[in-house]
């Protein structure tokens, strides 16, 4: 199962090139992740208040046709990795009419608490363990198929 | 007396219409702002850990000479109004080797605590309240001459 | 008449106060700008390829109360002053289920060619000028009366 | 051979985790990069001039540790990859006072003409080629030692 987001390219995210900067994708991801996370059932403000945090340490994209002002855009956001302390989210940006994604990206997260120290989310929280494993995703691409 | 920060525009600060936006220009008030406090000894970092917060509750831009990528960017700052209760900070920006500012503005700050409640600086803070006067400017533009 | 646009508050728009940065405002009223133009039936990016832009001089923000992470906004625009050579924009920021603004704004353009040089808009484009007055409001916080 | 940025910490760059939010260091990286280029005697907007864009295809970061509100930054930067065709930057972000980065990422490009379209440098500037060789690095750690 995949969590969808939709957007519209604003001004403020296009560069002098014409094209939306690099930096936006990563914002993107992030939309994406938290609406995965809402659809969940959860909503990652709850998620903080439980004193649950989701740090990053690494991400990933790749940039493959660019994006232009005003265009609506799709995200697909999925799990690509799930064990007791760390979670892989992935993501795939689409254009409104193309079937092809312009950028793809992963983002690894630790479960923390609100002191950012890492948590065992799967003796801590289970059922939110359990709830994330709903939305593995082998890979975003093959699900398309 | 007015405080100085120095910036260079970055790539991303620029839009498709090849200029840096105007929503980053709150950001360099804000940097001037920060170098402004701590040029006076303080560190806006230290007043939060102080419980003392300064949020914003108006803003006024003046938009006269675009700015560019790679452009060196000079920001002076100063205090403008000073109350017990509210601040407002002046700002002027320049680009390297002209004279005329390219963009003026002010933000008006109330001085808070941590809850972001008004507090009373004069009384709570005269110290603080005192170094804030010697920024004190009838006008950015008036000490230019 | 008032154009309005669905917003929910991004992660990355939060700052350490643990609220929206006061620098996405202009950033929301753009967006409220351009489905304001794409509302009257052009686009904002059509109006680019038309050789016109509106390019800002001057802006102002009155911040009431905070927005937070996740919260859902409405922005309704409109437009407040019209001549042959500038448009100001006016804008009220809701948080979904509070009838008084969080934030409100204008924004002051020119009418400009792509060079950035300032146009007649009524005698170069009377259609596009006569569109806009559709959107003229006295205030938009009258309009909600 | 490295080229160095110093950089201070924006307020605007915090998250309400406190910290300064991911999508900040790609444009960290894009003033490391900006710098390298104009420490080899380009500029960047020169080589936007020449028609010679650097359009990313893919972003890599490893997130070690955060940065805070007013840090004083440096970022290291270096070439990691280079053919005709692409270049990959690679960069490391440092805290003042810290020996360990507490960031790190590449980039990778392809050299294209104005027209986003892929370009072979070595034969289009061989010059500009050549420059960017002198910025190769093995691994920016490894420099370190």
């Known amino acids: 199962m995949t969590s969808e987001t939709k957007l519209t390219v604003r001004y403020q995210e296009t560069d002098q090139m014409g094209i939306v900067h690099h930096s936006v994708y990563p914002i ?12 969940a059932g959860l909503a990652y403000s709850h998620l903080e208040n439980l ?10 994209c790749k940039f493959l046709y ?14 690509i990795n799930l064990t007791p302390v760390r979670i892989t989210f ?3 940006i689409f254009k409104k009419g193309y079937t092809k994604a312009i950028v793809s990206g992963q983002t690894e997260h630790v479960w923390a608490n609100d002191k950012l120290k890492p948590v065992n989310m799967k003796k801590y929280r289970p ?10 995703v082998e890979d975003v691409n093959h699900e398309e198929k």
Chains 1, 2, 3, 4 share one sequence.
């Open 28 to 39: 993107w991801f992030e939309c994406g992740r938290t609406d995965l996370i809402k659809h």
């Open 51 to 60: 004193g649950i945090g989701l740090p990053l340490i690494g991400m990933e």
């Open 66 to 79: 660019p994006a232009h002002y005003e265009d609506e855009i799709l995200v697909k956001s999925g799990v």
């Open 90 to 92: 992935c993501y795939e």
């Open 127 to 136: 059922d939110i363990y359990k709830l994330m494993e709903t939305y593995f």
